[in-house]
């Protein structure tokens, strides 16, 4: 059975965390489902991975919100400072990353294919920008840098 959350109107702020600060969503056992509509995620911060959001094996959907001045530093893989995703979707509608930074990787998303495909979607309606370090456009896949503009690019005409 597939494990479902919604959240509306919601604000995720000044919270502190070793991996998804804000949000943390990880399952072995099923795919979690989350969608946030309306929501605001901001000033959070990981010691590791995902300042905004940390997700590993299920689908989150973001409605009109915004993710913005999040962080990820310093410890093990200081990366995605606004969403740290692994082995699963990120469909975002209307929503907007700016202004989340992140030590190494991913200022605004950081999506982890290592264990399986990692695949974030932004719609027309989305943006993106002043996300640190933007060496790959605030966004980074592994294992290749290089890969992640023409991978977005790709999510973004997908939706058009």
Request: aromatic share 12%; charged share 10%.
């Amino acid at each position: 059975m597939p494990l479902e959350s919604f959240f509306k109107g919601c604000n995720v702020f000044n919270n502190r965390a070793n991996w998804g600060a804000g949000l943390h969503s990880t399952s072995y056992y099923g795919e979690p489902s989350i969608t946030l509509e309306l929501c605001s995620i901001f000033a959070n911060s990981a010691n590791n991975g995902g300042g905004g959001i940390f997700t590993e094996n299920g689908a989150i959907t973001m409605d009109n919100c915004v993710i913005y001045q999040n962080s990820a530093c310093c410890n093990h893989q200081p990366n995605g400072g606004g969403v740290y995703a692994q082995n699963g979707l990120l469909n975002f509608k209307a929503t907007r990353l700016y202004s989340n930074t992140a030590a190494v990787h991913g200022g605004g998303i950081f999506a982890d294919d290592t264990y399986g495909p990692t695949t974030p979607i932004l719609d027309a309606y989305s943006a993106a920008w002043d996300n640190q370090p933007d060496g790959c456009y605030g966004f980074w896949s592994t294992p290749a840098c290089n890969n992640s503009l023409s991978r977005l690019t790709a999510a973004l005409r997908e939706q058009i």
